[in-house]
């Protein structure tokens, strides 16, 4: 491989994994690598439109003064992910406040953030935000773009199928489609056919390469069925004078027990773990199976202060396939909720690659020429008849 084709499909696979990056990203509802922002809260540190490196919470470590965080807000502008730096810490919470702004957004009327509202930081070295200019503007261009072809293509066709992120995956689709074909018989035309003979024998795809993207398919799904349906739950909790017969209304000094739900809308069991994540919440047990296409359920117990007021609770729930047994899954979750998922992604990979190697044997995957003669579908004769000069 030449060093300029070597370069070509590094700069192609950095693209594939920004984009990637950004659309699991925006389908979470939470950046997932990199994250840009909108407004210019952030200056002068991020102008509106900048990107910066996205660490998940889950392995960012503990967040402290002078980090900025990506939480899930109630108040600022409506609610949704915001994106400031943490200022100060309370009993109940952080104080955040973007860098451009004179106020705080506990100021302004927004909560003190917990930390099952964080779900990312921004990557720092030596107390700077790593910033990548302009991202933002990027994104939501080719947003912008998309999702003006597909209100087009749903004129055009009058299918709703695509619109929407369905349709996104269907437009991305047909795209690389057109890529493939692009490169197969318009940018690989010109090559000499003088060496046809000679490659012969190379001709088709590498087995590890189809067994790459097999794995890939399959470890994304299995990401996917694990990490969508989890996440952190809040519960407000009513503190008041009298006791109520709605469970979230609850006599001061007291507690309520109400069920907390489990599905799996997938076929493969589960193995999830319920837990607190802050003060004046019980959950038992804190790990339950749920099979496939089942239900299940455990008891949430939540406190109120004595003191009257609204108070906020917050339960997390991890989900794992329960393609390892439950004993494995518990000490792996013990060292960290996300190990579970590495060492499973991990085992279904190397499930496929030896499943698709057994069968491929390492042969190529070869994609036959029109004029071969072993092309006898009615497809293949019919473009060859409509085609023929």
């Known amino acids: 491989m030449s060093v300029r084709r070597a370069l070509t499909l590094g700069a192609e696979a950095v693209v594939v994994l920004v984009v990637v990056a950004l659309l699991v990203g925006q389908l979470l509802g939470t950046p997932v690598l990199l994250g840009y922002v909108e407004t210019g809260s952030m200056e002068p540190t991020m102008e509106p439109g900048d990107g910066f490196v996205a660490i998940p919470s889950a392995v960012a470590g503990d967040v402290e003064e002078g980090d900025v965080i990506v939480f899930r807000a109630e108040e600022l502008q409506g609610g949704g992910l915001t994106t400031h730096r943490v200022v100060g810490e309370t009993e109940r919470g952080y104080v955040t406040r973007g860098d451009a702004n004179p106020f705080t957004d506990q100021d302004g009327g927004e909560p003190p953030v917990k930390d099952a509202q964080v779900v ?171 099979p496939g296409r089942g239900e299940a359920a455990v008891d949430l117990t939540l406190s109120a202060p004595e003191e009257t007021g609204y108070y906020r609770r ?34 279904l990979a190397g499930g496929m690659a030896v499943l698709g190697l057994g069968v491929l044997g390492g042969r190529r995957v070869r994609v036959r020429d029109r004029e071969s003669r072993h092309d006898r579908s009615l497809v293949g004769r019919a473009l060859r008849y409509l085609t023929r000069k």
Request: aromatic fraction near 6%; charge should be negative.
């Open 314 to 347: 917050f339960v997390t729930e991890h989900r794992y396939l329960a393609v390892l047994p439950v004993s494995v899954i518990d000490s792996l979750h013990g060292v960290h909720p996300w190990l579970p998922i590495a060492v499973i992604d991990a085992l």
């Open 120 to 290: 990312a930081k921004a990557l720092q070295v030596g107390g700077s935000v790593v910033v990548v200019p302009n991202l933002g503007t990027l994104v939501t261009g080719l947003q912008s773009a998309f999702a003006d072809v597909q209100r087009q293509l749903a004129a055009a066709t009058g299918s709703r199928a695509l619109l929407g992120t369905q349709g996104l995956a269907y437009l991305l689709l047909a795209l690389s489609a057109l890529l493939y074909v692009f490169d197969l018989f318009v940018a690989g035309g010109g090559r000499e056919r003088d060496h046809s003979r000679d490659r012969d024998r190379e001709q088709g795809v590498s087995p590890g390469v189809v067994v790459a993207v097999l794995a890939g398919v399959l470890v994304v799904a299995a990401t996917a069925a694990m990490v969508v349906p989890a996440g952190t739950q809040e519960f407000g909790v009513v503190s008041a004078e009298f006791a109520s017969e709605n469970p979230t209304v609850i006599e001061q000094g007291g507690s309520a027990t109400l069920p907390y739900r489990v599905p799996n809308a997938g076929l493969v069991p589960v193995v999830a773990y319920v837990q607190p994540a802050s003060e004046g919440v019980a959950v038992a047990p804190e790990r339950v199976r749920v």
